[in-house]
Nanobody, 121 residues
Framework: QVQLVESGGGLVQPGGSLNLSCAAS????????MGWYRQAPGKQRELVAL???????TYADSVKGRSTISRDNAKSTVYLVMNSLKPEDTAVYSC???????????????WGQGTQVTVSS
């Protein structure tokens, strides 16, 4: 099995920054794209940022210019730094990873349990 564990959420003041990390572990042969998603109360889950195994990145318009996604392939870990936080950034942030558990297995998407980020004074 594959596990993804996020860390770094919490209460942040408006204008502050957050640093999230997500480490994948378990039966991993290869990881393709890794990403961060968020879901605010009463809203659908939305993509925040995505990074491919080659380092190409995609950002939601709402966070572009104030967020950076990165990964450490040796550690199977993805990171998200977000600056200039706003109350509307409040959400549960979850990471995902496209994983193959061996060379013959199909790619499967795995999810972390999510971490709460609250932006409030």
């Amino acid at each position: 099995q594959v596990q993804l564990v996020e860390s770094g959420g919490g209460l942040v003041q408006p204008g502050g920054s957050l640093n999230l990390s997500c480490a994948a572990s378990g039966s991993i042969f290869s990881i393709n794209a890794m990403g961060w998603y968020r879901q605010a109360p009463g809203k659908q889950r939305e993509l925040v940022a995505l990074i491919t195994s080659g380092g190409n990145t995609t950002y939601a318009d709402s966070v572009k210019g104030r967020s950076t996604i990165s990964r450490d392939n040796a550690k199977s870990t993805v990171y998200l730094v977000m600056n200039s936080l706003k109350p509307e950034d409040t959400a549960v942030y979850s990471c995902s990873a496209d994983v193959r558990i061996n060379r013959w297995h199909r790619w499967e998407e795995y999810w972390g349990q999510g971490t709460q980020v609250t932006v409030s004074s």
